[in-house]
């Protein structure tokens, strides 16, 4: 290995940190910003309700992933590094199986066991956004920890406003 080409995998290596930096950086500020507007359009009830069901599907996330986003950073970056692509490609499938599998299960989980909306005393009506947030978290998580692992991240900045941005609007026009 020469050493232009180590100095060139140091320059796309910090590139990529800096890029994930700024993501989670503007991931931060937008979440501060949605809560502070969402504090102001809504209840105490209401402000409340909505963090239950967040935190809920967070822990829910948590199960969904199975751990398939840290598994994919560590494993399909070498892929790629290696240019195996065939392997890598292997494994995206693998993973995208698994985290369906586990997004799946978590929701029946949820549609059958209305244990956890009970206890924290949540509408089952709610079912619903529970379910579609654990869905579109985990495939945000697996999507990005991709996105990562192949070093183009340069990309998730703009991902990142544009989704805080929709998440924002949709929340408010929800509310409203």
């Known amino acids: 290995v020469s050493k232009s080409m180590?100095?060139?995998?140091?320059?796309?290596?910090?590139?990529?940190?800096?890029?994930?930096?700024?993501?989670?950086?503007?991931?931060?500020?937008?979440?501060?910003?949605?809560?502070?507007i969402i504090t102001q359009l809504t209840s105490s009830a209401i402000l409340g309700t909505l963090s239950a069901i967040i935190a809920i599907s967070e822990i829910l996330v948590s199960f969904a992933i199975i751990g398939m986003p840290d598994s994919v950073q560590r494993f399909l970056g070498k892929?790629?590094?290696e240019k195996k692509i065939e392997n890598a490609k292997t494994y995206l499938t693998a993973s995208f199986i698994l985290v369906i599998l586990g997004i799946f299960g978590t929701c029946l989980f949820v549609i059958i066991d209305n244990a956890v909306l009970k206890l924290a005393e949540i509408d089952p009506n709610l079912n619903l956004v529970i379910i579609a947030i654990v869905t579109?978290?985990?495939?945000?998580?697996?999507?990005t920890s991709i996105v990562i692992s192949s070093l183009k991240t340069k990309v998730l900045p703009i991902v990142n406003i544009i989704s805080s941005a929709s998440k924002i609007a949709l929340s408010i026009f929800l509310i409203l």
Not at 7 to 36: C, H, M, N, P
Not at 136 to 143: C, D, E, H, K, T
């Open 136 to 143: 579109s978290l985990a495939l945000n998580l697996l999507l």
């Open 6 to 36: 180590i100095e060139s995998d140091k320059q796309t290596i910090g590139r990529g940190a800096a890029y994930i930096y700024i993501q989670f950086f503007v991931s931060a500020i937008s979440g501060y910003i949605f809560w502070l």
């Open 79 to 81: 892929h790629f590094y």
